[in-house]
């Protein structure tokens, strides 16, 4: 049963500390996304990959974002310092990079105290 | 400027009646426009998608009508059960480009 995983699925940390969130594409998958959901914003983009090089990360804030592909398996999301407003959950999608078809993760909730 | 309009925001209909959700979109060179549908403590999930060479397409209970002309798009899902409870998003895109529409909570009374 191929789907995207996520690691850590729950995230306490306090304001200021370094956060990463792990993420393992659908083997074959050529394509990964980072999405940020909350209440008020619903869910943003917030980096695109294809092929492992970022495409697209301009929903992302520069200053204390970053994301990775260390390699096809793996997509790792860090924010540092993180603030309380990162507080969200932060989902992973890949997809086979036609179609335009994305495959969601679980989930990394994160609070950010 | 949201990319992608999704009403409504809230929606409750009985068993057996059908749910209608509705999305509008500005930019023509979206193609390819999908529906999620999401529970709690998950993520979303396809539901169904569409592009814009075909007007309509269903799979089972869902389906999904697309006007071209208006930059419309809708999902009907037909004899709504309460399992069908969830949030739905609409999602356009294009190359590089993805909204989501802001979620539309369905709650289907047995």
């Known amino acids: 049963d191929a789907r995207v995983t996520q690691t850590p699925r729950h995230k306490v940390t306090e304001m200021g500390q370094e956060v990463t969130m792990r993420c393992q594409p659908i083997?074959?998958?050529?394509?990964v996304f980072w999405y940020r959901q909350t209440m008020m914003q619903g869910l943003e983009l917030l980096a695109y990959?294809?092929?492992?090089?970022?495409?697209?990360d301009s929903g992302m804030p520069k200053d204390r974002f970053s994301a990775e592909m260390p390699d096809a398996t793996l997509a790792t999301l860090k924010i540092q310092p993180s603030e309380p407003r990162d507080s969200a959950v932060y989902f992973c999608?890949?997809?086979?990079?036609?179609?335009?078809?994305?495959?969601f993760g679980p989930g990394t909730r994160l609070t950010v105290l | 400027q949201q990319q992608v309009k999704q009403s409504p925001q809230s929606l409750i209909v009985q068993k057996g009646g059908i749910s209608i959700i509705n999305c509008a979109y500005e930019?023509?060179?979206?193609?390819?426009f999908p529906w999620y549908q999401q529970f709690p403590g998950k993520g979303p999930a396809l539901l169904i998608a569409?592009?814009?060479?075909?007007s309509e397409k269903k799979e089972g209970r869902f389906t999904i009508s697309f006007n071209k002309s208006a930059k419309q798009f809708s999902l009907h899902i037909m004899d709504s059960q309460p399992g069908d409870s969830a949030t739905y998003f609409c999602?356009?895109?294009?190359?590089?480009?993805?909204?989501f529409g802001t979620g539309t909570s369905l709650t289907v009374i047995p």
């Open positions: 999608a890949s997809g086979p990079g036609q179609g335009n078809e994305q495959f």
């Open positions: 083997l074959g998958h050529n394509t």
């Open positions: 990959f294809r092929n492992r090089a970022p495409l697209d």
């Open positions: 930019n023509t060179a979206f193609d390819y």
């Open positions: 569409i592009r814009p060479d075909v």
């Open positions: 999602a356009a895109s294009t190359g590089n480009q993805f909204y």
